[in-house]
């Protein structure tokens, strides 16, 4: 029952603003109406809300617009002065009625009669009066429109600043993406390339299976016109030559365990500290490829603390049994 009030109440008021809204791109000079509405549901008032309106000269009867896009509202008949409609809302707080609006001089006074869908009886009753004021019947629309604009321009550099840099994915694909416009899609691709574009792949590919999130690998594959295999062969094979050793030992699994048997298992201190793969040798021993989540690849973060070399090589020897599962 009081989820029923609070819908209506929002549908009532949502009314109101749409009387003055609905012509506020008229080129028409307005005038300022103090606008009172209260509602009794179930043997209960509402307290009443008050709120100014600016509407133009020229409207002579309010004719409320549907408040939402489950709404409609039709006109049964009209007057000089008085208009009779009927409304009906749809989905989750579904309901019907009618209502009567008129207007005489300075005054306003309408009825809305509704019925939720569990048949439960509302009635809202409107009044307004000409407070004699001149306003601008445009500022209201003028106002939301800033607002939407200004909303738009945010998410704009919003999306353009994170798919520059490749951010998370689900922001561009997925149902829920925010960024939908198609020009944003170009920009997420073009981080999607060589070590960095396949690390981010592999990296939303181990977040939705980690935390039970929709994989949005195969839209991305698509949209970039790559895959993580094509990457992986190209890749993978000559991280050694390149010596990517921090991307061998996390991206390459393969790779990464066959060459640590080779070159980091049973080596001491001095030993380790004196191969050429020593570097690679501490990832893989550290767990890089241990098939956690790693964080996001992102090329503005700042480069990490510097570590002493025997430090990293110790902490290497200390877990390289385990990563090898010896």
Known sequence: ??????????????????VSAAHAQAPEPGEEWQMSMSMQMAGMSMPAHKANQCMPVSQKTIAPEPP?????????????????????????????????????????????DMKTKDGDPMQINYSGENTGKACDAKAMQRTANAAIAQ????????????????????????????CKDAKYAPMYCANIKGEKGYSQLRYEEKLARTAGTPNLVPEIETACKTSLSAMNKQLCPTAEQRKSWKFLAQECEAEAKTLAAQQCAGRGYTAMSASPYKDFCSAFGAGAASGEVAAAPDAAAPPPAEVKPEDKVKKGLRSLKGALGL
């Open 1 to 18: 029952m009081k989820s029923a009030r609070s819908e209506l109440l929002l549908v009532a008021i949502a009314c109101l603003i749409s």
């Open 151 to 178: 909303g738009a321009a945010s998410v704009d550099k919003l999306c353009t600043d994170s798919a520059s840099k490749g951010g998370q994915a689900s922001m561009f694909f997925g149902k829920d993406a925010i």
């Open 68 to 112: 939402d896009k489950n709404c409609t509202s039709t006109v049964i008949s009209q007057t000089a002065d008085t208009v009779n409609m009927k409304f009906s809302c749809t989905g989750k707080e579904a309901m019907e009625g009618t209502g009567s609006f008129t207007r005489t001089g300075k005054t306003m006074k309408g009825r809305m």
